[in-house]
């Protein structure tokens, strides 16, 4: 049974954290002219209206992408993710959020392709009328995890697939490290990039441990916490693990997660993390 939408979360602390880093990977591989594949596992509804019942009723983003927005001291850093966030909300109050596959059809070239696969009966046809005409997207209703055997190697040899469950299932955070090695064992050079929610720490710690176990190399943690670790309910920190990360991204996440953490969490509490699993 899937229940988890995420419309309820759009733009909060852990979507702006997963997107500047989806966001930096994208223009990363932009820097050749060869074509890659963006494989979003799961993809969500695409697009997000934060004045709606559902995002308006949490209110979430007001402690993610609302303090971030008409900021005048952005880092550089952030340009591409901004300009789709401007490009969405041109008359300049913020209304709309993209998700991860909207960002990435914004940012990806013609000669780019992208599968995106999404289960939820409500968000999958919303998906899929975002890129009714997008010649360049494969929308499936599908297993995401999958798609790591079905899809991997793409014909171009590059690519960024994007891992983004929500975790409603315990089993999500094994099924990760299992779908990770079928993509790896086809697709070794491919970036990999999982997002994961800190709500019980052991989970995340046990899920890592899978990764670093396994004979992978060069794998990288960014984490943003928002408060410290607690056994209580709700979600703490969020963090993504990349492996293969392009040569810059360590060294600007590095510059901008300070400063993401000072505007996001201005009570100064939390912390942030940049660290290797796994080196080279
Ligand atoms: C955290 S949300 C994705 C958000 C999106 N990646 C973004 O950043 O905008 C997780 C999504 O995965 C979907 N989902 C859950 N299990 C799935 C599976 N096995 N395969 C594909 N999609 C799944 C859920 O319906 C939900 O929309």
Known sequence: MLSYRHSFHAGNHADVLKHI?????????????????YLDTHAGAGRYQLTTKHAGKTEEYREGIARLWQRDDLPTELAAYLTVMTKLNAKG????????PLL????????DKLVLTELHPSDYPLLRAEFAKDKRAQVLRQDGFQQLKSKLPPSSRRGI????????????YQSVVNAVLEGYKRFATGIYAIWYPV?????VKRMIHGLQNSGMRKILKIELAVRPDSDQRGMTASGMIIINPPWKLE????????WLHKVLVPEGIG?????????E
């Open 21 to 37: 880093v989806q966001s930096l990977i994208i223009e990363s591989l932009k820097e050749k002219e060869t074509p890659f594949l």
């Open 93 to 100: 109050d913020l209304h709309y959020y993209p998700g991860s």
């Open 104 to 111: 990435a059809k914004f940012l990806l070239r013609e000669q």
């Open 161 to 172: 697939i994007l891992i983004d469950p929500s975790y409603e299932l315990k089993s999500d």
């Open 199 to 203: 709500v019980l720490r052991q989970q």
């Open 251 to 258: 060294q600007q996440i590095r510059i901008l997660l300070p």
């Open 271 to 279: 912390h942030t993390c940049v660290e290797w699993l796994v080196p």
